[in-house]
């Protein structure tokens, strides 16, 4: 039986990545993490509802020591969320060190732990020019690194690595993910602000996809 063991933000990339496990594996674990952002309390409300939908086992992880340690604008203990383009270098400011690392390593431990062969991750192509540990050559060489840390050969999936935003929301639609359960807006609140950097990407998305956006904008 092939099991898989989903980085699940609640986000729209993950929710899409989630949903196309569902199809592809015989088993599917949804791993959440919480470690301070300003929006993670949204992402995790929007990951119970994604996962209760899709009758997906969600399990928590909370990683407060990188509120309280790390530097970024994106946490509670750090500045201001910058508004303007995805890739513009102010969103510099929302990267969090080593994120992805620490969340695939505690990711990799519990795939082994319950039998997963495979962790899967929805980094894409949009993500490279602003966050380092998204990046097609970083998750090669982190593969590579849980390989030669462990005994399981787990192997890390990272589907979306060659694709845009627009191709995810795409494929979202197709295969009928519940993207409008899901969460985005760096600034948390009851609506997407519209107005960050991820608002922004995910409005362009579905307009370049040509798909319906079911998003309900503060603006």
Avoid at 15 to 43: M, P, Q, R, W
Avoid at 173 to 200: D, F, N, V
């Amino acid at each position: 039986m092939s099991k898989v063991v989903v980085v699940y933000s609640g986000g729209l990339d993950s929710t899409v990545l989630l949903t196309k496990c569902i199809k592809e594996f015989d088993e599917v674990v949804a791993l959440n993490f919480s470690y301070g952002s300003k929006h993670n309390k949204e992402e995790r409300e929007a990951a119970h509802k994604v996962c209760s939908k899709l009758n997906i086992e969600l399990v928590l992880v909370d990683l407060p020591f990188v509120n309280e340690l790390f530097k970024s604008d994106l946490l509670k203990s750090g500045g201001d969320v910058p508004e303007g383009h995805y890739e513009d270098e102010s969103m510099k400011r929302t990267v969090v060190p080593f994120r992805n690392s620490i969340m695939l390593s505690i990711t990799a431990g519990f795939a082994e732990s319950i039998g997963a062969k495979y962790i899967a991750i929805a980094n894409h192509k949009g993500d490279r020019s602003i966050y380092p540990d998204c990046r097609k050559e970083y998750i090669k060489a982190f593969s590579e690194g849980i390989k030669l840390g462990g005994y399981g050969e787990i192997i890390i999936l990272s589907p979306f690595v060659d694709k845009t935003k627009a191709e995810i929301a795409k494929l979202g639609s197709e295969i009928r993910a519940p993207m409008e359960l899901s969460w985005s807006c760096y600034k948390g609140g009851e609506k997407h602000c519209g107005k960050c950097g991820t608002c922004q990407e995910r409005v362009e998305a579905f307009i370049l996809a040509g798909v319906p956006d079911p998003t309900e904008y503060d603006t």
